[in-house]
């Protein structure tokens, strides 16, 4: 089944202590996004990767870092997470065509 | 700066209705726009147009694309109860991977 998993789905966590996200697509698609959810703002784009190795900020990257080693994989990190990354993430995987974007289920973070 | 407007944030309509959701762009280097639909849970992608005008169709749903007006509208006819969602369109910058969204709009439909 194709699809785009993320992990962990909640995550309570304090600031300062580094996490990661992970996402991760069965898709072999080339392009790959991540976006936070806040209401009142919808959906803003924090990184995106055209490729292997090829990423690019967002409107929002502040606070992010991410990787692209593989094509399947791209972890969003927070170095030092602060209570207004409390979120609700999306990892997001596109087709070749550029036509349809698969979103992951999203994760829930809050840091206190 | 980019921006993507939706109107209205909030409609609540009775099943069986017509509906009109509208969106308008200002994005420079545009290459398409796109709409989902979101439930309790992660955007499911709906439609892609481009400035070409091609209208969208899928079952009730339609969109067209208005590259005048820099707008697009959603419409969806005979609406059901398990059409309430929140309804979020995005413009696409050429050449890259970049969306800007709108705030969304959150229909409701009463049965």
């Known amino acids: 089944e194709a699809q785009v998993t993320q992990n962990p789905r909640y995550l309570i966590t304090v600031t300062g202590k580094k996490l990661t996200v992970t996402c991760s697509q069965n898709m072999n698609h080339e392009y790959m996004s991540w976006y936070r959810q806040d209401p009142g703002l919808g959906l803003r784009q924090i990184y995106y990767s055209m490729n292997v190795e090829v990423t690019d900020k967002g409107d929002v990257p502040e606070g992010y870092k991410v990787s692209r080693k593989e094509k399947r994989n791209f972890p969003l990190i927070l170095e030092s997470p602060s209570p207004n990354q409390t979120s609700l993430y999306f990892c997001?995987?596109?087709?070749?065509?550029?036509?349809?974007?698969?979103f992951g289920p999203g994760t829930r973070l809050l840091v206190l | 700066e980019d921006k993507v407007v939706q109107s209205p944030l909030s409609l609540v309509v009775h099943e069986g209705d017509t509906v009109t959701l509208n969106c308008s762009y200002e994005v420079t280097n545009f290459r398409s726009l796109l709409w989902y639909k979101q439930e309790k849970k992660a955007p499911t992608f709906l439609f892609m147009l481009t400035s070409s005008g091609i209208e969208k169709k899928s079952g009730r749903l339609s969109s067209i694309l208005d590259k005048k007006e820099l707008s697009s509208i959603l419409n969806i006819t005979a609406t059901q109860t398990g059409d309430s969602a929140i309804y979020l369109c995005?413009?696409?910058?050429?050449?890259?991977?970049?969306?800007?969204f709108g705030q969304g709009t959150r229909l409701t439909i009463n049965p």
């Open positions: 997001a995987s596109t087709d070749g065509n550029q036509e349809t974007q698969y």
């Open positions: 995005a413009g696409r910058i050429q050449g890259a991977q970049k969306l800007v």
